[in-house]
């Protein structure tokens, strides 16, 4: 049972992890009087010097131990480690008495999960596990539209992602080297990695899910280097409402973005009309980011503030105020992150069954 008393004060927090998704992440804490930044930590110096510009009187230490050991008062902890490293280093910090606001995807298998969850129990702290796409204002829109009616009954809905191999902003190798870590062990930088986000805004937007089918490809663009694609993934929701989902890679296709090059989209299809999500990470389609057709008419959405990064900024200040309130969903709290975990694993394992419909809640 947690016991979560309210702050009263602005938390105390600790950078744990200042690689790429830093610059994204950060935006949530600038300016919010929520929090102060006491600690930077990462092994590499050059990267503490570069953030250390942000938070000139925040400590900086090569080590989540040495900052546990150095005296410094932490609350949280925003763990942007790389994936490999998220199950023992959660486990760790909530060890040290930190909440922690942690990066998906939450683990790669339930045993870890467990782990994590036992340890938030165990210390009685919170663990949360970000979802930035469900503060996306396209996509919350989308949700609003979707529940208001506005399009009719829901009769189904299709999401597609396609990463492309030109433009985006500059991934350092380093970045790459553990997601080819991931890849070996059958934890695809499409399906698993990015595609975290898509599970997650399907469970967000239509609720739990009782079937997966899936059919994940292999596509090796190089030595070592193996991407999940192209796969579909299709799926039934205790309410009825069926998804699908593809995603593919186009190497050569050049894709406007300032940040990863994701072109992406989701489309409900409703009784009486669509409602359709044109873009997100990347800016493939330059249309408004919402249009809902119904009855005849077509609506657009101009004025959504559809920069991905404001949805890092948003979900970065809905957590930090939640520690001073305790209100409201998590937006993932640790145990409906397990759910989209298991969504993830009921899609491999029906793709290595050659497509057999999987209930999630089964999965081991
Ligand atoms: N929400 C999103 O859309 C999104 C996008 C990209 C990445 N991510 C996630 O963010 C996380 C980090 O990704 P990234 O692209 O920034 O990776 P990265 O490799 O660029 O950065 C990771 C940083 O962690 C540091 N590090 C390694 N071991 C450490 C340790 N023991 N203690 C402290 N720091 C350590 C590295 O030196 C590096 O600076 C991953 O979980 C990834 O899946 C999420």
Redesign the pocket.
């Known amino acids: 049972m947690v016991s979560f008393v309210p702050y009263d004060r602005p938390v105390r927090a600790a950078f744990?992890?200042?690689?790429?998704?830093?610059d994204?992440n950060v935006r949530g804490y600038r300016d919010n009087p929520d929090v102060e930044v006491v600690a930077l930590?990462?092994?590499?110096r050059e990267?503490r010097e570069q953030r250390q510009a942000d938070w000139p009187t925040a400590r900086t230490f090569a080590?989540?131990a040495e900052l546990a050991s150095s005296g410094i008062e932490v609350d949280v902890a925003e763990v942007?480690?790389?994936?490999p490293?998220?199950a023992d280093?959660v486990v760790e910090m909530l060890g040290f008495g930190w909440h922690v606001n942690m990066?998906?995807?939450m683990c790669n298998d339930l045993l870890d999960a467990d782990r994590m969850l036992d340890a938030a129990k165990a210390s009685d702290r919170i663990l949360r596990v970000?979802e930035?796409?469900l503060f996306y204002e396209p996509l919350r829109k989308l949700k609003q539209t979707v529940e208001s009616g506005d399009i009719g009954e829901v009769c189904g809905y299709h999401m597609k992602m396609v990463g492309t191999g030109r433009g985006g902003w500059d991934?350092?190798w380093?970045?790459f080297e553990?997601q080819m870590e991931q890849m070996k062990r059958g934890r695809g930088i499409e399906v698993f990695?990015?595609g975290w986000?898509k599970l997650s805004t399907a469970l967000w937007l239509f609720g739990p899910v009782r079937e997966v089918r899936a059919w994940i490809g292999n596509l090796a663009v190089g030595p070592g280097v193996d991407l999940d694609t192209p796969s579909t993934i299709i799926w039934e929701h205790d309410n009825g409402v069926r998804g699908v989902w593809d995603i593919t890679i186009a190497m050569d296709m050049y894709l406007r973005s300032d940040y990863?090059t994701n072109d992406e989209r989701w489309e409900v299809t409703g009784s009486k009309g669509f409602a359709r999500v044109n873009r997100c990470t990347g800016r493939g389609i330059q249309q408004p980011s919402l249009e809902v057709y119904a009855d005849g008419e077509m609506r657009a959405y101009h004025a959504l503030d559809d920069d991905w990064a404001s949805s890092?900024r948003d979900s970065g200040r809905h957590w930090l105020r939640w520690l001073h309130t305790g209100d409201g969903p998590l937006l993932w709290s640790g145990e409906e992150a397990v759910d989209v975990l298991r969504f993830a694993l009921a899609a491999y394992a029906s793709s290595a069954a050659g497509g057999v419909g999987l209930n999630p809640r089964h999965v081991t």
Do not use: C, E, T
């Not at 744990?16 to 830093?22: H, K, N, Q, S, T």
């Not at 930590?41 to 590499?44: F, G």
């Open positions: 744990i992890g200042l690689g790429r998704i830093y994204l930590v990462d092994p590499s990267r080590s989540a942007l480690l790389p994936i490293l998220h280093g990066q998906k995807p970000m930035n796409y991934v350092p380093s970045s553990w990695d990015d986000h990863y890092f």
